[in-house]
């Protein structure tokens, strides 16, 4: 098999240490030399393997991405003069029975010198800490969801109902009752004459659902969660801002990104984030839907299709890319509106939703390398491509309700 890289080296990471292989080329019919080294994972080591590697004209290092150990090495090392590739590890699995971190490095060597590895996309550093942010401001906000599901568990255990009339309990009108409650009030009339504006409208209901057993024990926890929440409300609002100043450089990127239905700014920052807001690096739109898992699988042997799941893509994008979905789905008058209930109704909606994800990405896609603002095609974009089928299905429809149809063309207007 023909050698790519006669200089090429193995590094299997792990949290304290890496086992480094460095394969030479042989000449003639001589075999490659190949040596394993250990080095730790602090930074003055790495340094010293980086200038390791430089001495032995390494041209290129190849690395399996193992949780984040990775990152003390590649950051380092892509300083040197050779090439570093973050390999995906599923694609680099060493045989079975005879596995160990050094015949892990080894294998690694021998792909990265015959060329059989695809690097992963690792972004560069403004990429990077915008990432860090966004992936940290999603985390928290999670955590926040979640504190506000553990408060409305404590309120049912108190036997407040609070949650049943008010949508949103950490809401205005919310946190005013909770906090009389905290504060000592338990008269159910007077809680419910706290709310604000339309909940107003829901008075007689109130009373009822703040009829409870809520005593000091339940106050101490409310205070306590009710707390968290605001520590968390708090980070989000500092991370938004810090955001807002990191996505500068980017800002036309995602002026252009928020004209898409279903695309808020929030949603704007984590894709930008996550796929770097540079389609140079994606070839053709196919490849950008392929990488980010919206598109369907390929397992196919003996002439039997298997399965055509999606890939398991990145968990962030697909986060953002789901709510951006759902978002446009619920839209009206929209192409993306349409192509969800289109594809629902003979799919159904996960399905559906994944479509209208692929859509966003295509279109996104084209709108980056281009530099022009999304234009809709329409919610009757389906009808104008195939009118006849369309008035086929309708005479179809309403002959099934017992009509009979006759079509007369519209009179043209002067």
Not at 7 to 21: F, I, M, T
Request: aromatic fraction near 6%; proline fraction near 5%.
């Amino acid at each position: 098999m023909e050698v790519v890289h006669p200089r090429c080296a193995g590094v299997d990471v792990s949290k304290r240490d890496a086992k480094v292989c460095v394969r030479v080329a042989g000449t003639g019919r001589a075999k490659a030399r190949s040596t394993v080294t250990t080095w730790s994972s602090v930074t003055n080591q790495v340094l010293a393997l980086r200038d390791h590697l430089i001495g032995e004209q390494v041209t290129l290092v190849v690395m399996e991405a193992t949780g984040d150990y990775w990152k003390p090495f590649y950051y380092l090392l892509e300083d040197g003069p050779f090439e570093v590739m973050l390999v995906n590890a599923r694609h680099v699995k060493n045989l079975p029975g005879r596995k160990t971190d050094v015949s892990d490095a080894a294998w690694l060597a021998d792909l990265g010198a015959h060329g059989l590895v695809r690097g992963s996309f690792v972004p560069p550093p403004p990429i990077r800490q915008l990432r860090d942010l966004t992936r940290t401001r999603t985390t928290i906000t999670r955590e926040r969801a979640r504190e506000i599901q553990r408060l409305e568990k404590l309120l049912e255990d108190a036997g407040i109902k609070l949650s049943s009339v008010a949508t949103d309990i950490s809401g205005v009108s919310g946190r005013a009752m909770l906090a009389a409650l905290v504060a000592g009030e338990r008269d159910p009339g007077v809680l419910a004459d706290l709310a604000k504006r339309r909940l107003r409208s829901k008075i007689p209901e109130l009373t009822e659902a703040l009829t409870g057993r809520f005593g000091e024990h339940h106050a101490f926890l409310t205070r306590l969660h009710l707390d968290l929440i605001d520590q968390h409300t708090t980070a989000i609002g500092e991370l938004t801002a810090r955001i807002e100043v990191m996505i500068e450089p980017f800002r036309r990127v995602r002026d252009l990104i928020v004209t898409i239905p279903g695309i808020s700014t929030l949603v704007a920052d984590v894709i930008i984030a996550e796929t770097g807001g540079d389609m140079t690096r994606f070839p053709t739109a196919g490849h950008l839907a392929s990488w980010a898992g919206t598109c369907p699988g390929s397992n196919e042997s003996a002439g039997r299709v298997k399965s055509t799941a999606t890939r398991p893509g990145n968990p962030y994008l697909k986060g953002a890319l789901g709510i951006a979905a759902m978002s446009a789905a619920r839209s009206k008058g929209t192409y993306l509106s349409a192509k969800y209930r289109r594809i629902a109704a003979r799919r159904g909606p996960v399905k559906a939703i994944v479509a209208v994800e692929h859509a966003i990405l295509i279109a996104m896609w084209n709108m980056l390398t281009t530099g022009e603002h999304y234009r809709d095609p329409g919610d009757d974009f389906y009808t104008r491509l195939n009118p006849d089928k369309a008035k086929n299905r309708a005479i179809d429809q309403l002959r099934k309700m017992g009509f009979n149809v006759t079509l007369q063309p519209q009179a043209a207007t002067a």
